[in-house]
């Protein structure tokens, strides 16, 4: 049975940061697709980063937990105090956070399946890379693409056991089904068909939620995001529902 969609309303990086989570030691964000976590030396231009926004609203020192690319939007995490971030780090080094992500890709994908695939470091290290993913929707738009008359989609349901740079893209990319607005692990033409169609250039890659034991009361914790007003759109167009998973 479809079900709803739940969209976050658009945010510019000059209003308020959504928040979705917030205790007395950790704080999580609805990081908008297009801002960077932290400043980095290859977009030596960009003036402002989630890190800074967040503890400038909030008052105080905030550190990443974890990073999630620029171009995907979606669940960010930050410790409050160095010993939590600690703890938390070691979680995600673990494999013992839980990440789902949702991504619109290229063609119908299987059912479900498991992509044990390993990643090269940018040293040269192969490093091993293992993501699990299930079809949640399909689509065929009357688009001819190609020397296809139709083009079609899938709304897949990804998790991550490793967390390995780029993973979920290049993993996609592998199975020859890559997202839709990734670059460069992406389509091209795919790309350039929706920007000049759709007026769409945001990569769509949702990090809809974590889970993890909280590491100072060591409940278990549930932080989840709204999908944002581009991905929203694209889901109408593609005629899906979908309700944030619980």
Same mark, same amino acid.
């Given at each position: 049975?479809?079900?709803?969609?739940?969209?976050?309303?658009?945010? +510019?990086? +000059?209003?308020?940061?959504?928040?979705?989570?917030? @205790?007395?030691?950790?704080?999580? /964000?609805?990081?908008?697709?297009?801002?960077?976590?932290?400043?980095?030396?290859?977009?030596?231009?960009?003036?402002?980063?989630?890190?800074?926004?967040?503890? @400038?609203?909030?008052?105080?020192?905030?550190?990443?937990?974890?990073? /999630?690319?620029?171009? =995907?939007?979606?669940?960010?995490?930050?410790?409050?105090?160095?010993?939590?971030? =600690?703890?938390?780090?070691?979680?995600?080094?673990?494999?013992?956070?839980?990440?789902?992500?949702?991504?619109?890709? %290229?063609?119908? =994908?299987?059912? #479900?399946?498991?992509?044990?695939?390993?990643?090269?470091?940018?040293?040269?290290?192969?490093?091993?890379?293992?993501?699990?993913?299930?079809?949640?929707?399909?689509?065929?738009?009357?688009?001819?693409?190609?020397?296809?008359?139709?083009?079609?989609?899938?709304? $897949?349901? $990804?998790?991550?056991? +490793?967390?390995?740079?780029?993973?979920? %893209?290049?993993?996609?990319?592998? /199975?020859?089904?890559?997202?839709?607005?990734?670059?460069?692990?992406?389509?091209? #033409?795919?790309?350039?068909?929706?920007?000049?169609?759709?007026?769409?250039? +945001?990569?769509?890659?949702?990090?809809?939620?974590?889970?993890?034991?909280?590491?100072? =009361?060591?409940? #278990?914790?549930?932080?989840?995001?709204?999908?944002?007003?581009?991905?929203?759109?694209?889901?109408?167009?593609?005629?899906?529902?979908?309700?944030?998973?619980?």
């Amino acid at each position: 049975m479809a079900k709803e969609i739940f969209c976050s309303k658009s945010a +510019t990086f +000059t209003t308020v940061l959504p928040i979705i989570y917030q @205790d007395s030691d950790l704080v999580a /964000i609805s990081k908008p697709h297009g801002l960077l976590v932290h400043r980095s030396r290859i977009a030596k231009d960009v003036s402002e980063v989630a890190l800074q926004l967040l503890r @400038d609203q909030l008052g105080q020192p905030v550190y990443p937990a974890h990073r /999630i690319d620029r171009k =995907t939007g979606g669940v960010l995490l930050f410790a409050l105090s160095s010993p939590v971030l =600690t703890a938390l780090q070691t979680q995600f080094m673990n494999n013992e956070v839980e990440k789902r992500y949702l991504a619109i890709v %290229r063609g119908h =994908t299987e059912d #479900k399946g498991e992509i044990d695939y390993p990643l090269r470091r940018d040293d040269g290290k192969l490093q091993e890379a293992f993501t699990e993913y299930q079809t949640l929707e399909r689509a065929e738009l009357p688009v001819s693409f190609g020397k296809h008359p139709t083009s079609r989609y899938s709304l $897949v349901a $990804v998790k991550p056991r +490793t967390g390995r740079q780029h993973q979920i %893209r290049k993993h996609f990319n592998h /199975i020859r089904h890559p997202i839709i607005g990734d670059r460069p692990h992406g389509c091209n #033409k795919q790309n350039r068909l929706f920007k000049e169609r759709w007026q769409m250039e +945001t990569m769509l890659l949702h990090a809809e939620s974590l889970r993890f034991t909280h590491p100072v =009361t060591q409940q #278990k914790i549930l932080v989840e995001a709204s999908l944002q007003t581009e991905f929203c759109r694209m889901m109408n167009l593609m005629g899906w529902k979908y309700e944030t998973a619980k």
